[in-house]
């Protein structure tokens, strides 16, 4: 068997952590993924690969081999990328923010998938962390500032932020005019995954950023059902544009103090240090990039 095709199993394996993922991954059999690591261990005379019945670990031998197949899987993939008319091929898998995807993304991915037919795509949504290497996902599109330092993140977008409540609300407790004018009201609660606890409420002010933190009767963890809890009346929310930009023309959410907005909210795309930027993930990230900001500027107008 080819030693590139056996490193990429053991690498898999070792991400993984489970000889069962890894060949389900690869389309390999079960069996065969554990005759081909047994050889390997032969040949190298070292044991990689330290087996319980819940998971596999490598063993400190396993993790300078496994560093070093990454190096070499990176730069074979590279080197053909760079000399070769072929198109980017094989499985992405990504872990997206679900409301942003489905406005920006989706409406684009036809058009995608048609330039490079070899790709196939695998989309699981959620806002919380993920293991990238345990769970095998390529990249992972969040929004808000970075956290996680033990992953390279690419900045793609910068959403532009409103601040707005129903007209219902507004009718109950005026329009307020300026930051003094928010006494009295109230804020729906966004509960950041981070910190556990409820985002205050931005305003630029002379170039200045200012928090305000507002009451609340009900505090979410759901961008959309953050939206949904603001059109009934319940508060204040702040939100990126294209979060409501149909609302206005209904009539249903009203802009409130326009000329202090919210700081832009940053959309990025982040994938492991371990791994090179393989011609799959880096087709994908520069055409999120684009799809973003050719859209984006569109709500704009």
Same mark, same amino acid.
């Given at each position: 068997m080819d030693r590139l095709d056996v490193m990429r199993l053991f690498t898999r394996i070792v991400e993984r952590q489970s000889f069962?993922?890894? $060949? !389900?991954? *690869?389309?390999?059999?079960?069996?065969?993924?554990t005759q081909v690591i047994q050889d390997l261990e032969k040949r190298l005379s070292v044991r990689l690969l330290q087996r319980t019945t819940r998971h596999v670990k490598a063993t400190l031998d396993g993790e300078a081999y496994y560093r070093r197949c990454i190096a070499i899987l990176g730069e074979v993939e590279d080197a053909e990328a760079a000399f070769s008319d072929a198109k980017p091929? =094989?499985? /992405?898998? %990504?872990? &997206?923010? =679900?409301?942003?995807? +489905?406005?920006?993304v989706l409406p684009a991915l036809p058009a995608f998938l048609a330039r490079y037919p070899d790709l196939q795509l695998h989309i699981g949504e959620g806002d919380r962390l993920v293991d990238l290497v345990r769970e095998g996902i390529d990249c992972v599109l969040r929004v808000g500032? /970075? !956290?996680?330092s033990a992953m390279i993140g690419r900045r793609v977008a910068l959403l532009d932020e409103v601040t707005c409540a129903s007209t219902a609300y507004v009718a109950r407790h005026g329009n307020p005019v300026s930051i003094d004018d928010l006494t009295g009201h109230l804020s729906i609660g966004f509960v950041s995954s981070a910190s556990g606890m409820a985002l205050p409420l931005e305003f630029t002010i002379n170039g200045d950023l200012r928090n305000i933190a507002l009451p609340s009767t009900v505090t979410v963890t759901s961008a959309e059902t953050y939206v949904a809890a603001a059109k009934l009346g *319940? =508060? *204040? %929310? @702040? &939100?990126? +544009?294209?979060? &409501? @930009? $149909?609302?206005? &023309?209904a009539g249903t959410l009203v802009s409130i103090l326009p000329h202090l907005p919210p700081s832009p909210t940053p959309v990025s795309l982040l994938y492991p240090h371990s791994r090179q930027l393989s011609p799959r993930v880096r087709v994908f990230i520069d055409w999120v990039t684009q799809e973003l900001d050719s859209t984006r500027k569109d709500t704009q107008h």
């Open positions: 069962t993922l890894a $060949a !389900q991954d *690869l389309e390999w059999p079960r069996s065969t993924a091929r =094989g499985l /992405l898998r %990504i872990d &997206v923010h =679900g409301t942003l995807t +489905r406005h920006f500032d /970075l !956290q996680d *319940l =508060g *204040l %929310i @702040q &939100v990126p +544009r294209y979060h &409501v @930009q $149909a609302e206005p &023309v």
